[in-house]
């Protein structure tokens, strides 16, 4: 599987990273924001995304917000990986079209889990 992590902090990038090739997931993109998440997305094919909600330029919900209103992009299961824990907050993630939604910190198991979950609810995709 092809993965894009967004999000502004390098560290948490290359944790997730770190995290996906442990779970068997050796390809990888980065972007530092919402909009250069938009950006990688128009050149580069990935079957999954894991952002960040608080980041600079945009964030994480106006990121997942575009990749839901773009024909070719809608369909992309979306794991959000945040600090942001109030139960308000996960609604509104979800009202946006996150598939599923982590809090930091996180366990490898837990990333695996969410990252399962997602995939069982995403609609089937032609890869």
Not at 30 to 56: F, H, K, S
């Amino acid at each position: 599987m092809r993965f894009l992590i967004v999000d502004d902090s390098s560290t948490m990038r290359r944790i997730i990273i770190n995290t996906l090739k442990k779970l068997g997931h050796h390809e990888c993109y980065e972007a530092g924001n919402g909009r250069e998440g938009v950006e990688r997305l128009a050149t580069t094919p990935v079957d999954m995304i894991i952002t960040d909600w608080n980041m600079p330029e945009m964030s994480g919900i106006d990121f997942v917000r575009a990749v839901r209103a773009n024909e070719a992009t809608r369909q992309l299961p979306v794991l959000m990986v945040t600090t942001n824990a109030a139960e308000e907050d996960i609604v509104e993630a979800l009202k946006a079209g996150v598939s599923n939604y982590v809090v930091k910190p996180f366990t490898p198991d837990t990333i695996k889990e969410k990252i399962q979950a997602a995939l069982r609810m995403a609609p089937s995709r032609t890869r």
